[in-house]
T-cell receptor, first 115, second 112 residues
Framework: EAGVAQSPRYKIIEKRQSVAFWCNPI?????LYWYQQILGQGPKLLIQ????????DSQLPKDRFSAERLKGVDSTLKIQPAKLEDSAVYLC?????????????FGNGTRLTVT | DQQVKQNSPSLSVQEGRISILNCDYT??????FLWYKKYPAEGPTFLIS?????DKNEDGRFTVFLNKSAKHLSLHIVPSQPGDSAVYFC???????????FGKGTKLSVIP
């Protein structure tokens, strides 16, 4: 099966600019996640979708981050305006169901550098 | 406050020997634990998991042990192979939430 697709792979922007990331999950996977991984840290959940509804966005900085999942398939994550501390790898993941017995399948991530 | 801790940032092991990666957690409500492996420039891939109702789960060369009283789990790789060189993340979920909390990772280097 095709894996989780993410684009772009790399992005460099200046602070206060905006940026968007795109994710296409594995076909048939109902649950989609966006994680932020800062260098030297483990991935941190930003938002979880079940189909096209938000399940958990408690750690999403809503003043600057937004995400949507169109028609329960593709998803975009946007940052506006970006700050230096947003420099990280943004990982998209999907799972068949949202439960613990349904492991996450991660994409290769988008490495964002904010200068 | 780190709820999942991997206190060893790195580990070097000779090929053919056992690799033991450790993970501690503080939240007693965690009831499901997973290990992910990550190669450079790739996303993490699922390796093995264990439910809190078990104390051991085995899959080929990989075995995860869970000690609930000590809030400790470990991943054993036997025998270690150079292709096992990667960063290993411990993750946990529970307390009615399926959100995964990850540790900072341990970089394993298997020396040929």
């Amino acid at each position: 099966e095709a894996g989780v697709a993410q684009s772009p792979r790399y992005k460099i922007i200046e602070k206060r600019q905006s940026v968007a990331f795109w994710c296409n999950p594995i076909s048939g996977h109902a649950t989609l996640y966006w994680y932020q991984q800062i260098l030297g840290q483990g991935p941190k959940l930003l938002i979880q979708f079940q189909n096209n509804g938000v399940v958990d966005d408690s750690q999403l900085p809503k003043d600057r981050f937004s995400a949507e999942r169109l028609k329960g398939v593709d998803s975009t994550l946007k940052i506006q305006p970006a700050k230096l501390e947003d420099s990280a790898v943004y990982l998209c993941a999907s799972s068949l169901r949202g439960g613990p017995n349904s492991p996450l399948h991660f994409g290769n991530g988008t490495r964002l550098t904010v200068t | 406050d780190q709820q999942v801790k991997q206190n060893s940032p790195s580990l070097s092991v000779q090929e053919g020997r056992i690799s033991i990666l450790n993970c501690d957690y503080t939240n007693s409500m965690f009831d499901y634990f997973l290990w992910y492996k990550k190669y450079p420039a790739e996303g993490p891939t699922f390796l093995i998991s264990i439910s809190s109702i078990k104390d051991k789960n085995e899959d080929g060369r990989f075995t995860v042990f869970l000690n609930k009283s000590a809030k400790h789990l470990s991943l054993h790789i036997v025998p270690s192979q150079p292709g096992d060189s990667a960063v290993y993340f411990c993750a946990a979920s529970g307390a009615g939430s399926y959100q995964l909390t990850f540790g900072k990772g341990t970089k394993l280097s298997v020396i040929p």
